[in-house]
Protein backbone atom coordinates (compact mmCIF):
# COMPACT_ATOMS: atom_id res chain seq x y z
CA UNK A 1 0.00 0.00 0.00
CA UNK A 2 1.40 3.45 -0.61
CA UNK A 3 1.71 6.32 1.73
CA UNK A 4 -0.68 9.03 1.45
CA UNK A 5 0.68 11.50 -0.32
CA UNK A 6 0.22 15.04 -0.20
CA UNK A 7 -0.75 16.08 -3.27
CA UNK A 8 -1.60 19.50 -2.90
CA UNK A 9 2.07 20.77 -1.46
CA UNK A 10 4.49 21.98 -3.34
CA UNK A 11 8.17 21.87 -2.80
CA UNK A 12 9.01 25.67 -2.55
CA UNK A 13 6.03 27.83 -2.14
CA UNK A 14 6.98 30.44 -5.01
CA UNK A 15 6.14 27.85 -7.46
CA UNK A 16 2.37 27.31 -8.69
CA UNK A 17 0.47 24.58 -9.27
CA UNK A 18 -0.75 24.23 -12.52
CA UNK A 19 -2.01 21.47 -13.68
CA UNK A 20 -1.90 17.16 -11.43
CA UNK A 21 -2.73 13.96 -13.42
CA UNK A 22 -3.13 10.54 -10.88
CA UNK A 23 -3.11 7.32 -12.20
CA UNK A 24 -2.67 3.78 -10.82
CA UNK A 25 1.06 2.32 -11.63
CA UNK A 26 -0.84 -0.71 -13.13
CA UNK A 27 -2.71 1.49 -15.62
CA UNK A 28 0.02 3.79 -16.45
CA UNK A 29 1.71 1.12 -16.86
CA UNK A 30 -0.31 -0.77 -18.74
CA UNK A 31 0.40 0.84 -22.15
CA UNK A 32 4.16 2.54 -23.17
CA UNK A 33 1.54 5.20 -25.11
CA UNK A 34 0.51 6.91 -22.48
CA UNK A 35 4.11 8.12 -21.59
CA UNK A 36 3.41 10.28 -25.28
CA UNK A 37 -0.22 10.87 -24.35
CA UNK A 38 0.58 12.56 -21.36
CA UNK A 39 3.26 14.80 -22.01
CA UNK A 40 2.09 16.47 -25.44
CA UNK A 41 -1.65 16.74 -23.20
CA UNK A 42 -0.04 18.53 -20.36
CA UNK A 43 2.20 20.30 -22.54
CA UNK A 44 -0.49 21.35 -24.60
CA UNK A 45 -2.39 22.31 -20.89
CA UNK A 46 0.33 24.59 -19.81
CA UNK A 47 1.91 26.34 -22.93
CA UNK A 48 -1.10 28.45 -23.38
CA UNK A 49 0.54 31.83 -22.21
CA UNK A 50 4.28 31.29 -23.40
CA UNK A 51 5.22 33.65 -25.77
CA UNK A 52 5.69 31.09 -28.52
CA UNK A 53 3.30 28.56 -27.54
CA UNK A 54 4.26 25.98 -30.17
CA UNK A 55 8.03 26.26 -29.26
CA UNK A 56 7.33 26.08 -26.05
CA UNK A 57 4.89 22.95 -26.22
CA UNK A 58 7.29 20.94 -28.53
CA UNK A 59 10.28 21.39 -25.97
CA UNK A 60 8.39 20.64 -22.54
CA UNK A 61 6.49 17.58 -24.48
CA UNK A 62 10.22 16.35 -25.58
CA UNK A 63 11.24 16.91 -22.03
CA UNK A 64 8.42 14.95 -20.17
CA UNK A 65 8.20 12.06 -22.43
CA UNK A 66 11.66 11.48 -21.80
CA UNK A 67 10.84 11.61 -17.86
CA UNK A 68 7.73 10.03 -17.76
CA UNK A 69 9.82 6.55 -20.28
CA UNK A 70 11.91 6.51 -17.31
CA UNK A 71 8.85 6.44 -14.99
CA UNK A 72 6.86 3.62 -16.96
CA UNK A 73 10.17 1.72 -17.15
CA UNK A 74 10.24 1.37 -13.48
CA UNK A 75 7.87 -1.47 -14.20
CA UNK A 76 6.48 -1.51 -10.64
CA UNK A 77 2.39 -2.60 -10.48
CA UNK A 78 1.32 -1.43 -7.31
CA UNK A 79 0.56 2.03 -5.79
CA UNK A 80 -0.11 5.39 -7.41
CA UNK A 81 1.42 7.15 -10.29
CA UNK A 82 1.23 11.02 -9.43
CA UNK A 83 2.50 14.14 -12.06
CA UNK A 84 2.24 17.46 -10.78
CA UNK A 85 3.44 20.74 -12.78
CA UNK A 86 3.98 23.79 -11.17
CA UNK A 87 5.53 27.13 -12.34
CA UNK A 88 7.41 30.19 -11.14
CA UNK A 89 8.86 32.72 -13.48
CA UNK A 90 10.53 30.84 -16.58
CA UNK A 91 10.41 27.39 -14.55
CA UNK A 92 8.26 24.64 -14.64
CA UNK A 93 8.33 22.29 -12.76
CA UNK A 94 7.66 18.62 -13.24
CA UNK A 95 7.16 15.96 -9.78
CA UNK A 96 6.61 12.47 -10.31
CA UNK A 97 5.71 10.52 -7.51
CA UNK A 98 5.13 7.00 -7.96
CA UNK A 99 6.20 3.86 -6.32
CA UNK A 100 8.98 1.50 -7.16
CA UNK A 101 11.24 -1.30 -5.81
CA UNK A 102 14.32 -0.81 -3.97
CA UNK A 103 16.05 -1.23 -6.53
CA UNK A 104 14.89 0.73 -8.37
CA UNK A 105 15.02 3.83 -5.91
CA UNK A 106 18.94 3.12 -5.41
CA UNK A 107 18.76 3.19 -9.52
CA UNK A 108 17.45 6.53 -9.25
CA UNK A 109 19.72 7.73 -6.04
CA UNK A 110 22.57 7.15 -8.43
CA UNK A 111 21.42 8.76 -11.49
CA UNK A 112 20.68 11.97 -9.60
CA UNK A 113 24.04 11.35 -7.96
CA UNK A 114 25.80 11.48 -11.34
CA UNK A 115 24.20 14.78 -12.70
CA UNK A 116 26.29 16.13 -10.06
CA UNK A 117 29.40 14.85 -10.78
CA UNK A 118 32.10 16.91 -12.79
CA UNK A 119 31.69 14.20 -15.64
CA UNK A 120 28.11 14.52 -16.35
CA UNK A 121 28.31 16.30 -19.34
CA UNK A 122 31.46 14.39 -20.23
CA UNK A 123 29.67 11.50 -20.13
CA UNK A 124 26.59 12.52 -21.94
CA UNK A 125 29.23 13.74 -24.99
CA UNK A 126 30.68 10.31 -24.94
CA UNK A 127 27.00 8.22 -24.95
CA UNK A 128 25.99 10.44 -27.82
CA UNK A 129 28.95 8.87 -29.51
CA UNK A 130 28.32 5.51 -28.84
CA UNK A 131 24.52 5.06 -28.51
CA UNK A 132 24.61 1.30 -27.72
CA UNK A 133 26.11 2.67 -24.65
CA UNK A 134 23.38 4.71 -23.20
CA UNK A 135 22.17 3.92 -20.39
CA UNK A 136 18.32 4.57 -18.81
CA UNK A 137 20.52 7.40 -16.43
CA UNK A 138 21.82 9.01 -19.27
CA UNK A 139 17.88 10.40 -20.31
CA UNK A 140 18.21 12.21 -16.98
CA UNK A 141 21.91 13.77 -17.73
CA UNK A 142 20.43 14.93 -21.12
CA UNK A 143 18.10 16.64 -19.25
CA UNK A 144 20.43 18.49 -17.02
CA UNK A 145 22.75 19.30 -20.07
CA UNK A 146 20.81 20.07 -22.70
CA UNK A 147 17.78 21.68 -20.39
CA UNK A 148 19.48 23.40 -17.82
CA UNK A 149 17.54 20.80 -15.27
CA UNK A 150 17.98 20.48 -12.11
CA UNK A 151 16.98 17.48 -10.64
CA UNK A 152 16.20 16.27 -7.07
CA UNK A 153 14.87 13.12 -5.39
CA UNK A 154 12.97 12.28 -2.50
CA UNK A 155 11.63 9.53 -0.44
CA UNK A 156 8.07 10.10 0.33
CA UNK A 157 7.77 6.23 1.82
CA UNK A 158 9.17 2.78 1.28
CA UNK A 159 8.43 2.31 -1.56
CA UNK A 160 7.62 5.68 -2.84
CA UNK A 161 9.92 8.46 -4.42
CA UNK A 162 9.47 11.85 -5.87
CA UNK A 163 11.68 12.90 -8.58
CA UNK A 164 11.36 16.88 -8.90
CA UNK A 165 12.94 17.66 -12.36
CA UNK A 166 12.90 22.14 -12.79
CA UNK A 167 13.15 22.89 -16.59
CA UNK A 168 13.48 26.54 -17.30
CA UNK A 169 12.41 26.35 -20.83
CA UNK A 170 10.40 29.60 -20.18
CA UNK A 171 13.13 31.68 -20.79
CA UNK A 172 13.81 30.03 -24.31
CA UNK A 173 11.17 30.76 -25.83
CA UNK A 174 11.52 34.29 -25.71
Request: glycine share 4%; hydrophobic share 40%; net charge negative.
Amino acid sequence: MAPNVNHTATLDHDFHIMVQIDMEMEAFNSNWTHCDYISTFLARMISHNRPDSVLFTNLFSSALNELLEITFRSNHVGGTFVCKISRQGDTERVELTFTCSQDERDFFKQAVARLRSSRAEADYMDSLADAAEVGRDMLLVELAVSYSAAVTLTTVGDDTITLTVDLPLGGLTH
